[in-house]
């Protein structure tokens, strides 16, 4: 069982690409979450979803896309990135939204 | 609009003491009340939560209290130890989402 596993865990991007930052549970929860990290401001969810083929958008959504196809991932895709986009990337789960939830260690993104 | 206000910023207490961490909430809709711990290079990790029908809740070294009244929630960690040293981050739960504090950073010194 190794929960809420984030790839990768480092990546450098220059402005305008694109990417897709990883994230898999194999815990069968139906709720899972993206959040950016920045230092001072805590956590800010991006992205969530409650199932399969169901997606929703968080506080702070622009410049991210996400998708749900099964119940294990929920890719994060950046379409063109931005230095405003420099942050630590969680991913969670859990079943339900208000139940615990078990986040992953994180990819650490920098954008030049 | 920040919704959880978490105060202190940073915090330092000797080994054994008390340290207490606040935070307080806007929306009276909030149902779930977690408090995190992260260590360096780690992602947030559950410590202790509680709900607003209780007004207490202790886990082992680690005591919340709740004011439902004045929308207000705390931690206690008692006999704090160096390993304790970390940053914690309240939050808060309306159905599918968490809405988080800014961070306490905890520094116990031995």
């Known amino acids: 069982n190794a929960g809420v596993t984030q790839t990768p865990k480092f990546q450098v991007l220059k402005t305008g690409q694109s990417m897709t930052l990883q994230c898999a549970q194999d815990?069968?929860?139906?709720?899972m979450s993206w959040y950016r990290q920045d230092p001072g401001m805590g956590l800010r969810l991006i992205h969530y979803?409650?199932?399969?083929?169901?997606?929703d958008q968080g506080e702070v959504p622009n410049g991210y896309n996400v998708s749900r196809s099964t119940t294990e991932d929920f890719p994060l895709r950046l379409l063109s990135a931005a230095p405003s986009q420099t942050s630590v990337y969680f991913c969670?789960?859990?079943?339900?939204?208000?139940?615990?939830?078990?986040f992953g260690d994180g990819t650490r993104l920098s954008i030049l | 609009q920040q919704q959880v206000k978490q105060s202190p910023q940073s915090l330092i207490v000797q080994k054994g003491g008390i340290p207490i961490i606040n935070c307080a909430y806007e929306n009276t809709a909030f149902d779930y009340f977690p408090w995190y711990q992260q260590f360096p290079g780690k992602g947030p990790a559950l410590l202790i939560a509680i709900r607003p029908d209780v007004s207490e809740k202790k886990e082992g070294r680690f005591t919340i209290s709740f004011n439902k009244s004045a929308k207000q929630f705390s931690l206690h960690i008692m006999d704090s130890q160096p390993g304790d040293s970390a940053t914690y981050f309240c939050?808060?739960?309306?159905?599918?989402?968490?809405?988080f504090g800014k961070g306490t950073l905890l520094t116990v010194n031995p």
């Open positions: 979803s409650v199932g399969a083929g169901i997606t």
């Open positions: 969670a789960s859990s079943y339900h939204g208000d139940q615990p939830q078990h």
């Open positions: 939050a808060a739960s309306l159905g599918s989402w968490l809405t």
């Open positions: 815990m069968n929860h139906e709720y």
